[in-house]
């Protein structure tokens, strides 16, 4: 029996300037900056970075997500999402910085109680980070007009209050030599999108909840998590 051609698009992000960025993958990076590895338990000094992947639908542009489910306890990690032009593999943090496209302000939304279960077990905690609406992002504006400064701040407000505060020069790894070490492990490509870890201060939200993220010089990702 003869099917239908199967059609699939791939999930696209709205860009500053009317454009649109068409999402490939997303890659994520745990434990970034100090303070939150400590959090989280681990020594930063000890620690190299985690790597993992959302997929792309995962992705959106929305001011509202709902709550997902088979969780009770949703995180909030604000983060410096970039997005690549091109990309290739064992690139130089100059060839890698090269390949940025553009630069948003994300959210890596995290089941943390499926997180610490799996970790328990030994199990991929994959299913705490990949789920529907998992990765809700601010409009992407092109490295010819923003490029993350050390003394750039990042910050996250649930409700009106402040949350997470950092600046972008407390990443361990900045964002060139981060998608160099990304990319002795895997081939990048344009599409691209890559999480670059969150500062401390990750705490649960609940539905109603008004989730503010920003990074000074983006666009603000103003959000409401709604009802399950
Ligand atoms: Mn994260």
């Not at 050390?150 to 600046?167: C, F, K, W």
């Not at 691209?192 to 989730?211: H, K």
């Amino acid at each position: 029996m003869s099917r239908a051609a199967v059609t699939w698009h791939p999930p696209s992000l709205p860009t500053s300037d009317g454009r649109e960025f068409p999402v490939r993958h997303a890659w994520c990076v745990g434990r970034n900056y100090a303070e939150h590895a400590r959090e989280m338990g681990v020594d930063p000094e000890r620690a190299s970075p985690v790597f993992f992947s959302k997929p792309a639908r995962a992705l959106v542009h929305a001011d509202s997500v709902a709550y997902p489910p088979e969780t009770e306890e949703l995180h909030h990690e604000v983060e410096l999402v970039v997005f690549l032009a091109s990309g290739g593999r064992c690139l130089s943090p100059e060839q890698a910085a090269a390949s940025v496209f553009g630069y948003a302000v994300g959210v890596d939304l995290t089941r943390r109680d499926v997180q610490s279960r799996a970790k328990q077990a030994g199990q991929p905690w994959e299913m705490s980070k990949g789920f529907d609406q998992s990765g809700p992002v601010g409009l992407i504006v092109p490295s010819r007009d923003w490029a993350p400064a050390p003394e750039s701040t990042i910050e996250l407000a649930v409700d009106g209050r402040r949350r997470q505060a950092a600046r972008l020069g407390e990443m361990i790894w900045p964002v060139p030599e981060l998608l160099a070490a990304l990319s002795r492990t895997v081939t990048l490509e344009a599409g691209d999108a890559v999480f670059t870890g969150t500062p401390a201060g990750v705490a649960a939200l609940e539905p109603g909840e008004r989730v503010r993220a920003h990074v000074e010089g983006l666009p603000e990702l103003d959000l409401t998590i709604a009802a399950a």
